[in-house]
């Protein structure tokens, strides 16, 4: 059996700031713990590059961070607010041990979290993340540096231009976003730099940015691509040709055409996928996406001859896959796509560049190109729980099982516990939309009575 992990979720670890795991004391063990797993190898001077986001609580957790990795003798290099994906490139840029990135990605400003990468710019694997909870165990006195081994900290202040170098580099050569009107929402997070200066270094005639204000406590809030009505809202008003919004922590990306209309990963996913296989750019005839993928997205990459991979949930899970098999496109339907050639996970920007360029080579507008499949009826809910997750109970087991017999072939039901959040997320999808929805709506009542 797996040993189950207490801190680690399915993306690094996430919760309220200053609370359980998340607080000064907590989050200085973790770095100790972490530097010390990094430190077996003693062949160089050791490093670890801590980028963030802009929530307030950055400013308390990176100290603590700090503390933690100089104390067991790890050098540190800091690079302020920069996108996820540009902390995992500067982790191999830099020859560095591991990657920190501190964010709660999409989630509110009220909580943040800490995300891994391993020399590799990859994020670290189940046993790492086991072992460096073990570590945390130990005594504080345990491994400490002697002072003249303790580590050193720098920071940069030419990370972002760095990342937006890298970023226009996997734009195709000869192109260029001339013409174009963008809308880009930031979601006042850490691509609120980055993002826009990187789509006007390209040539787009007018860059509209929205969510590029952060002051401490409006990450997410009623902005980015968990909160679409801001950039459909901005495209519509502006006549905007294309409409990108970006996570938090810039990882992953939605996009609504010019008549604003929402695309979800999915879409983009099967976009990105029929232009590389015809350029001769997709790897190893296939993709890999998750179980919450839609169906309607599997029927058409089949349909096109290439294999459709499902993977859990979890971008991590999808670039796992993606490396055993030897595939170098995958991605989520919450917009976490992820190209091997350009980065070693998600990209929110970098993949906006690839959709831009499809539409550029096909010299349509947005709403032509971007809606490329026929999604199966499919509906989400989440429902908040407070202690003991309710499938845990037979009750609520039984129900779902019963549920997915009767679908048959015809549909799907996924019911899961968050990774993130203390939330069970519900889905359902089948080609009878009333029956979804029904479904959805039943399996909800049920999971929230048995809540506690």
Known sequence: ???KKNFFGT???RGPANVGILTPDNIMRFGMAAGKYFLRANTHKHSVIIGKDTRLSGYMIEPALVAGFTSVGMDVKLTGPIPTPGVALMTTRLRADLG???????NGFSDNGIKLFGPDGRKLSDEA???IEALMEEGWKEGLAINKDLGRVRR??????RYIEMAKWTFPKGMSLKGMKIVIDCANGAGYKTAPDTLWELGADEVISIGVSPNGSNINYKCGSTHTDAVISKTLETGADIGIALDG???RVLICDEKGKLIDGDQLLALITTGWRDSGDLANGGVVATVMSNLGLENYIKNQGLDFIRTNVGDRHVAARMYEGGYNLGGEQSGHILMTDFASTGDGTIAALQILAQIIRAGRPASEVLNVFDAVPQALKNIPYSNTSPLQNPEVLSVIKEVQETLGNSGRVLVRPSGTEKFIRVMVE???EV???KIVDDLATLIQINSD
């Open 129 to 131: 993340e086991l072992e």
């Open 249 to 251: 922590d810039a990882d």
């Open 11 to 13: 993306d690094g670890i």
């Open 435 to 437: 029956k979804v929805n």
């Open 156 to 161: 940069y202040e030419d990370f972002q231009a």
């Open 100 to 106: 920190v990135m501190i964010t709660a990605s999409h």
């Open 430 to 432: 089948s080609n009878d």
């Open 1 to 3: 059996m797996t040993k």
